[in-house]
């Protein structure tokens, strides 16, 4: 929670911000996320307007998770940039507002910053990370790591139905 108190509701009036704080749980998706509790960067300007304040800033914060293709640890940074209007909570009452909306809004003269942080990282974050750009992956049949071993072959498999003749021919020989 941010304290907007400073600014009053004053239209114009303006407040620079910068922070650190811990990541919360469950900040990322299921094969990327920034730990929880982790350092999260917060660089911001407040700035008070007529219905509420606006929120202008970015947020650097470290990722680990693994590689879809290879299950390689990834570790990276995501920097994302966001603004967001946080109505002031009176608002509803002089122009009929859906406490529905999906307006955020401010908690008297605070504000919470976690869903906005929340969404604008989840968006930026690679549906499917990778340890490196043309990452081999996995072997199909031994799940041998294939960045580790280019030269990685299995003999031709014998299709079982052909077993018995295989050996027959081997006798031949």
């Excluded at 704080?21 to 469950?26: G, L, T, Y």
């Excluded at 914060?61 to 209007?85: I, K």
């Excluded at 869903?115 to 072997?139: H, N, S, T």
């Excluded at 072959?153 to 006798?171: G, I, K, N, S």
């Amino acid at each position: 929670m941010l304290d907007t108190r400073e600014l009053g509701r004053r239209p114009g009036s303006q407040r620079l911000v910068s922070l650190s704080v811990p990541a919360p749980a469950d900040l990322g998706i299921e094969v990327l996320h920034v730990p929880a509790g982790s350092r999260v960067e917060l660089d911001l300007r407040l700035e008070a307007v007529m219905e509420g304040v606006l929120v202008t800033g970015t947020a650097r914060a470290g990722l680990e998770g693994e590689c879809v293709r290879c299950l390689a640890p990834v570790t990276d940074e995501v920097t994302v940039s966001f603004q967001e209007l946080f109505m002031y909570d009176d608002r509803d009452q002089h122009h009929g507002g859906d406490p529905d909306d999906d307006v955020r809004r401010l908690e008297g003269d605070l504000l919470d910053l976690e869903p906005l942080l929340r969404d604008a990282v989840v968006l930026e974050l690679p549906f499917q990370p990778l340890c490196e750009d043309d990452c081999p992956g996995l072997c199909a049949e031994c799940g041998a790591r294939l960045a580790d071993d280019p030269d990685h072959a299995h003999e031709a498999a014998v299709d079982p139905r052909w077993a018995t003749l295989a050996a027959f021919e081997q006798d031949q020989d």
